[in-house]
């Protein structure tokens, strides 16, 4: 089956830190990347879509500033939560699929910020 | 924008019983219905999943329904065992403009087998 990686799983640095969070699809051709984020005992929360070669959509509420997505091959898309703070801890989590094709979903990438 | 209830929240069952999840959404032109089974600290996984051609589809102890008259779509777990045990999301979703498919999940089931 489609095999999406996510790096690195966990992530613990101060507050005022950027991290970069890579989802790489790694047997397929992924169109579309999509990053979610999923509070504790909540659903996953759409952030972004990103098309491979174009600026990614953010859902209303997502400050594009504060989470810099690049989707520059068909295999590899980032999120970078810059200048990171305390609120923005949380359950990140990218998914990737084709036009038709079931989304499969990365192990998750828990972020803490001190 | 599309908009998925599901329910209940929370689900317990006895081992060998069934266990039912519904689920509606809003948008009529959603064509495209998975379900995802997330363990604690783990990635959502596809379970089953549905398109607005088909009323039905079975996989061995898990099965889907749509009703696209009604707007609903349930799944159902036969003869349930704890490693059934997980949070359950179901889905909606449709190709847009861009060719992509935009997923709107539910608030998800909590299920629980007790042995």
């Known amino acids: 089956g489609a095999v999406v990686s996510q790096h690195p799983s966990r992530v613990i640095c101060k507050s005022g830190t950027s991290v970069k969070i890579e989802c790489r699809s790694l047997?397929?051709?992924?169109?579309?990347m999509f990053w979610y984020r999923q509070f504790p005992k909540q659903s996953l929360m759409l952030m972004a879509t990103s098309n491979e070669g174009s600026k990614a959509t953010y859902e209303q509420g997502v400050e594009k500033d504060k989470f810099l997505i690049n989707h520059a091959s068909l295999t590899l898309s980032t999120l970078t939560v810059t200048s990171a703070h305390p609120e923005d801890s949380s359950f990140y989590i990218c998914?990737?699929?084709?036009?038709?094709?079931?989304?499969?979903f990365g192990d998750g990438t828990r972020l803490s910020i001190l | 924008g599309e908009n998925v209830e599901q329910h209940p929240s929370t689900l317990s069952v006895q081992e060998g019983d069934s266990a039912v999840i519904k689920c509606t959404y809003s948008?009529?032109?959603?064509?495209?219905f998975p379900w995802y089974k997330q363990e604690l600290g783990k990635r959502p996984q596809l379970i089953i999943d549905?398109?607005?051609?088909?009323g039905e589809k079975k996989d061995q102890r898990i099965a889907v329904t749509l009703n696209k008259t009604a707007k609903h779509f349930s799944l159902h777990i036969t003869e349930t065992q704890p490693e059934d045990s997980a949070v359950y999301f179901c889905a909606a979703s449709r190709q847009n403009s861009g060719g992509y498919q935009k997923v709107t999940f539910g608030i998800g089931t909590k299920l629980q087998v007790i042995p």
């Open positions: 998914s990737a699929g084709r036009s038709n094709q079931p989304q499969h």
């Open positions: 047997d397929f051709q992924a169109t579309t």
């Open positions: 948008d009529s032109a959603s064509n495209y």
């Open positions: 549905i398109r607005s051609n088909v």
